[in-house]
């Protein structure tokens, strides 16, 4: 507004005088310092937001008794007058700082440091709670869930001062180191707000080059949305779409501008359509398609039906379209391509696998790299859905092709459900929601934990001097594999699978 209000004043008194006129140099200070002032930086409000449904703690501390106060009765006499020293409580976490110290220590504060058993291993023990390792399964391990809890709670990435203490390489995302070459590219601190970390992807049609007509009038107009975040809300399970599940993923899609895909006959009857629901339809019911309004943008089929894609393939909303990794989904992938589909929804079970037990990271560049290969990359998005359990995990979907990742299980344990029985299968698993889950509480935590897994998406951006997480689709230059390093470093060792001589 600021700058269109400078140029009309400029052209009213050049139409006045008929001689050209410029502002004064302190007039154009002002104006495009008050055009800067109106710029928004986006931001994700985290605020810590208490637990609702405790989850077991990390470890169990068991202290000795009589060893404790043996302890006390020594220091007593050797320290007298040092009061200081004698009711000190050897705990930065505050384990021991209860009324009665060690007598009766507070385990959940325990982050596992061992100090107190490294300096008094006679009577001080730390374990592991055998409670917490029997939540999640092999994928989801309860590793995932207790830090996925802890983002949620407090919105910031966890760090214990520690180093890192997870596995070097292992199955399906743990293959995978990113490259962190600091020292080679400047690093750009998006966290600090030093220089600006772009984290907003497009999602739609982006032609490979634009076509004019001999007027000058664009014939192959872009048609797409942006989002703020590479991550969307995929639709909650079937069990607990009655509940509030649906309008928090809806309303917390809204606060952090991105989607969240949800049922058409949910959307319809909670009157939850908006820019940021993507209802989803069934190829046989896509003459509903207009019953969706409210500034409603995309819409999703269920899955692909040539018959019912014609129906709306010209139609002003988007359309995605959802393939499961099943059957011969590379051929129908390409099929739905040369039909003009320009937004994929690639699924995968909770495990990241396919019906073939192919892992998504395979997948994942299976698919870029046929459209590569096929020189029409850019004209489709490609959304990856299954598997996303940690924050690490964003990057790498993104490094192995995809543009946007789909959040399922990580959204319900921010609000702390308890998942139990199958866990890999859609729709199987058996969801626990807290008592006293209210709308207000779950957009906090669903908000906090993509503060978190955002701010970490930065971490690795800057460290890799990439500006923006568009250039990160498909550079797996940017990449090493556990497998690849180790075949080469050992194949020529005898023992070694595949090698020796």
Known sequence: MLAR?????????????????????????????????????????AKETEDRQKIPRRFNVKVGKFGLAKLLFTEFFKYFGHWDVVFSRPCTYGVFSGPVGGFAPRPELCVGCLRCEVQHPEFVKVTHNPELAKLGDSYLTSKHIATI????????????????????????????????????????????????????????????????????????????????????????????????????YAQAAAEIDTLAFLPSSTVISRGLSSPHVVPMIAPGEIGSIES??????????????????????????????????????????????????????????????SDEGEFVMDLFQEAHFALVENGNRDTVTFIGTGGIAGADHLPK??????????????????????????????????????????????????????????????????????????????????????GHLESEAFEDIEGYPGGGH
């Open 5 to 45: 209000e400078a140029n009309e004043m400029s052209e009213s008194m050049e139409a006045e005088s008929g001689v050209v006129v410029q502002l004064p140099v302190a007039d154009q200070a002002r104006m495009n310092r008050e055009l800067a002032d109106t710029y928004h930086r986006f931001h994700i409000d």
């Open 149 to 248: 809890n802890e983002e949620s709670k407090k919105g910031s990435v966890p760090v214990r001062g520690q180093g890192y203490r997870g596995r070097f390489g292992g199955p399906g995302f743990d293959q995978m180191f990113t490259d962190m070459s600091e020292i080679v590219r400047p690093s750009r601190d998006g966290i600090h707000g030093r220089e600006l970390i772009g984290t907003s992807v497009d999602l739609g049609y982006k032609p490979m080059q634009l076509l004019f007509t001999k007027d000058g009038g664009l014939l192959n107009r872009p048609k797409m949305l942006t989002i703020q975040v590479p991550f969307v809300f995929d639709a909650p399970p079937v069990a607990i779409m009655d509940g509030i599940v649906p309008s928090i």
């Open 292 to 353: 969706h309004g409210n500034d409603t943008r995309m819409i999703e089929m269920t899955e692909w039906n040539a018959d019912a894609w014609t129906v709306v393939k010209d139609h002003p909303l988007l359309i995605s379209v959802r393939l499961p990794f099943s059957g011969d989904w590379k051929s129908t992938m390409m099929e739905m391509v040369d039909a003009g589909v320009s937004i994929i929804h690639l699924v995968a079970d909770h495990h990241g696998k």
């Open 397 to 482: 979907g993104i490094i192995t092709g995809m543009d946007a990742l789909g959040l399922d299980y990580p959204l319900l344990i921010a609000m702390q459900a308890h998942l139990s029985g199958d866990l890999q299968n859609r729709d199987a698993a058996t969801i626990d929601l807290p008592k006293t889950l209210d709308t207000e509480w779950g957009i906090q935590r669903i908000m906090n934990l993509s503060c978190s897994w955002r701010d970490q998406l930065l971490e690795i951006l800057g460290a890799m001097g990439i500006r923006e997480v568009r250039r990160l689709r498909g550079e797996t230059g940017r990449a090493m594999w556990c």
